[in-house]
């Protein structure tokens, strides 16, 4: 049955989609987050990555990507000579998950309204996936992220693709050859970014 006193999330401008997600009580994290963690960055970037959720510092602060995985972010950003005010940053969950717990189907299910809205007003020309949910949620596959990195993919209708990438928290974690694959996976979203351009909008 479905829930008509929830807004459609297509069609909204881009205050509107930010001020519902942020009031947003679609799944059961309304109850345990201490704020949404809508995204950050510029509205009509080309360049927009897809992390899982917030963590213990996302959820305190409202930003995605504020902790040590987020540093390494924000670091291999601008080694490809951009800032995160160029780019766009958000997650597939924008609650936090108790305890950093994999997001649920139901929440990844809850919540995609808000990132396809998302993707549809800023349409970026590259997305960059970051880890297995992000990568799984948007191709549509059990596939998992060291087989997919390192490649493009034709995403949407309108001629953008999507790079999926190893997700920061692992790099940190495995170290060396993690992060000269993703480093060379920037490499690969900046030559994307600069063949495509900017999409039609
Ligand atoms: N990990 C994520 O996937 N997203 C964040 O915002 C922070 C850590």
């Not at 930010?18 to 994290?29: D, G, M, Q, V, Y």
């Not at 360049?47 to 540093?71: I, N």
């Not at 799984?136 to 992220?145: A, C, D, F, N, V």
């Amino acid at each position: 049955m479905p829930d008509l006193r929830r807004k459609a999330l297509s069609n909204l401008s881009f205050d509107d989609l930010r001020s519902e997600t942020l009031n947003c009580t679609r799944c059961a994290l309304a109850e345990t987050r201490t704020q949404v963690v809508f995204g950050t960055g510029a509205p009509n970037a080309q360049l927009m990555f897809v992390g899982e959720a917030p963590g213990e510092q996302e959820d305190l602060s409202g930003e995605p990507f504020v902790g040590r995985a987020g540093k390494l972010l924000t670091r291999c950003i601008e080694e490809v000579g951009l800032t995160r005010a160029d780019v766009y940053i958000t997650n597939v969950l924008k609650c936090r998950p108790p305890g950093n717990r994999n997001p649920l189907l139901v929440e990844i299910e809850a919540c995609r309204p808000h990132l396809n809205a998302q993707l549809d007003l800023i349409r970026p020309a590259v997305i960059v996936t970051l880890g297995n949910f992000a990568t799984r949620l948007l191709l549509s596959t059990k596939e998992g992220i060291t087989k997919l990195r390192g490649i493009e993919v034709p995403f949407g209708e309108y001629g953008a693709v999507l790079i999926p990438m190893l997700h920061p928290a692992a790099v940190l974690r495995n170290g060396g050859t993690a992060l000269a694959q993703t480093r060379s996976d920037f490499v690969l979203a900046k030559r994307a970014l600069g063949r495509i351009g900017t999409v039609p909008r």
